[in-house]
T-cell receptor
Framework: ETGVTQTPRHLVMGMTNKKSLKCEQHLGHNAMYWYKQSAKKPLELMFVYNFKEQTENNSVPSRFSPECPNSSHLFLHLHTLQPEDSALYLC?????????????FGPGTRLTVT | TQLLEQSPQFLSIQEGENLTVYCNSSSVFSSLQWYRQEPGEGPVLLVTVVTGGEVKKLKRLTFQFGDARKDSSLHITAAQPGDTGLYLCAGDGENNQGGKLIFGQGTELSVKP
């Protein structure tokens, strides 16, 4: 595997379910990000992790819970979601302190909450 | 709060036409990136510009960073159906900490054969 991978690619869940999204980066980066992309809206930054430490929580509801066990893996745990949480969830990584802050994105998880 | 405004938001053109997408801000950015996103996929980095006035070419795509590093443009020559997608600009603020990028709202381009 190369680059940034995300699983699953598609997820349908009910409002009472608990599920997790997984992201893995194979680029040796030390920063990872979760974004939400809804139709007709700009990318919304949700969480930032630098060297496994959360450095940004962009006022995200507690029904979204991130986990970063190491610099290569990032999870987003989901529980009691609402229909308006349906969106494309994108993971990205970058290497702090080098280049111009370029971020490399995974293919995303298309989430539908029913 | 730093913002990036992209225009136009939607663009539908015929194959072979030229087009320009703009990304503007009142803030200065230390660098600016352009991404292209196809439906159901993540954004893919096209280019990064870091120097005021810089021009970079990627085949039929020409990217320019404004002299004051507050704006950028993407020009596509002789557009092809394969250029269809969402084009996003993203800026790395001058005093940015933690690697956050500020994204524009995107330009949806449709190139018809």
């Amino acid at each position: 595997e190369t680059g940034v991978t995300q699983t699953p690619r598609h997820l349908v869940m009910g409002m009472t379910n608990k599920k997790s999204l997984k992201c893995e980066q194979h680029l040796g980066h030390n920063a990872m990000y979760w974004y939400k992309q809804s139709a007709k809206k700009p990318l919304e930054l949700m969480f930032v992790y630098n060297f496994k430490e959360q450095t940004e929580n962009n006022s995200v509801p507690s029904r979204f819970s991130p986990e970063c066990p190491n610099s290569s893996h990032l999870f987003l745990h989901l529980h009691t979601l609402q229909p308006e949480d349906s969106a494309l969830y994108l993971c990205a990584s970058s290497q702090p302190g080098t280049g111009a802050g370029e971020q490399y994105f995974g293919p995303g998880t298309r989430l539908t909450v029913t | 709060t730093q913002l990036l405004e992209q225009s136009p938001q939607f663009l539908s053109i015929q194959e072979g036409e030229n087009l320009t997408v703009y990304c503007n801000s009142s803030s200065v950015f230390s660098s600016l990136q352009w991404y292209r996103q196809e439906p159901g996929e993540g954004p893919v980095l096209l280019v990064t510009v870091v120097t005021g006035g810089e021009v970079k070419k990627l085949k039929r795509l020409t990217f320019q960073f404004g002299d004051a590093r507050k704006d950028s443009s993407l020009h596509i020559t002789a557009a092809q159906p394969g250029d269809t997608g969402l084009y996003l600009c993203a800026g790395d603020g001058e005093n940015n900490q933690g690697g956050k990028l500020i994204f524009g709202q995107g330009t949806e381009l449709s190139v018809k054969p």
